[in-house]
């Protein structure tokens, strides 16, 4: 089939095959390709190069909004020379993200305000830019979504969408406390995703107190197990950012020091993954 060569067909045809960025940027891919005095076959490549980086920024766009990040972070912008307790080595590594191609996890355990947050988020736009599916969700939010999905009878279809991302990162547990019914069904979706995908966890308790956080040891040793199992711990040691620049700016004293949380012994025994523990898991 022939078609006539004007403006009105290539645009046509460029419709057609669903070439989105080609067909709103043709005249400047065209003007561009002219000045440059391009051959037939350079003159492809760059059209079909612009559709694809195009095509790339969009997928980017759209996987940062499915991921529903509370802010913009990077790595970039953390500052590892003002948080020495961070290793930089080590976030590094994990940037590479062949934890989230080996379906493992990470775990970032330390008081408030030393940066689990933005090394969390940092590490979620790293891996939706590489192209993996990403969800953000608070530890308050998605036991609260847990606990109404349970008393709608969905329980298995609300952890069936919390199947679908390849990583998912879960902030700030272990700031509230948690009803042993939904640890119980925390348990499930940590189960499900239990070697088929990665959770990345930020918390401000150390593993020995999850028994306490989720009000039910067994339920604790359980999870842990299977979240241990494959996991990178990394503890974050140090003074918040937020109290230190409080203190800075003459809003708090020498004494709010004492406001943060004790220090976390590297050698903590962990419940579920030491010689002598029993494997167990709650009642289904």
């Known amino acids: 089939m022939q078609y006539a060569l004007t403006m009105e067909t290539l645009l046509f045809l460029l419709g057609r095959l669903k070439l989105k960025e080609l067909h709103r940027d043709i005249q400047e891919v065209l003007d561009a390709c002219a000045k440059a005095s391009m051959t037939p076959l350079e ?8 559709e694809v980086e195009g095509r790339e920024l969009r997928r980017v766009e759209i ?7 509370p802010r913009v972070c990077t790595l970039e912008g953390f500052d590892f020379t003002c948080q020495p307790g961070v290793s930089e080595g080590k976030i590094r590594e994990l940037a590479n993200l062949d934890w989230v191609s080996a379906r493992s996890n990470v775990l970032f355990q330390g008081p408030p305000g030393v940066g ?4 969390a988020i940092a590490l979620g736009r790293r891996a939706v830019e590489a192209g993996y599916s990403v969800s953000f969700v608070s ?5 609260r979504q847990l606990e109404e999905a349970d008393a709608a009878g969905r329980t298995e279809f609300r952890i069936a969408q919390y199947m679908k991302p390849k990583l998912v990162i879960i902030d700030e547990f272990g700031y509230l406390p948690v009803r042993p019914s939904t640890a119980n069904l925390f348990f ?3 189960a499900a995703r239990y070697e088929t995908g990665s959770i990345l966890l930020t918390t401000n308790r150390p593993a020995g107190e999850w028994g306490m956080i989720l009000g039910d040891l067994t339920v604790a040793t ?12 990394v503890t974050i040691r140090g003074e918040s950012y937020r109290l ?8 708090l004293g020498r004494g709010a020091a004492q406001l943060q949380e004790p220090r976390q012994s590297g050698e903590e025994r962990l419940p579920g993954r030491n010689p002598g523990d029993p ?6």
């Open 116 to 119: 689990k947050t933005h090394l």
């Open 139 to 143: 530890a308050a939010v998605l036991m």
């Open 43 to 50: 003159v492809l490549a760059y059209a079909l190069g612009t």
């Open 63 to 69: 996987g940062m909004k499915i991921a529903h990040f």
């Open 244 to 251: 230190r620049e409080a203190r800075r700016n003459g809003v």
């Open 279 to 284: 494997e167990a898991g709650p009642q289904k």
């Open 222 to 233: 359980a999870i842990l197990d299977r979240y241990l199992h494959h996991c990178d711990v």
């Open 188 to 190: 499930h979706l940590v």
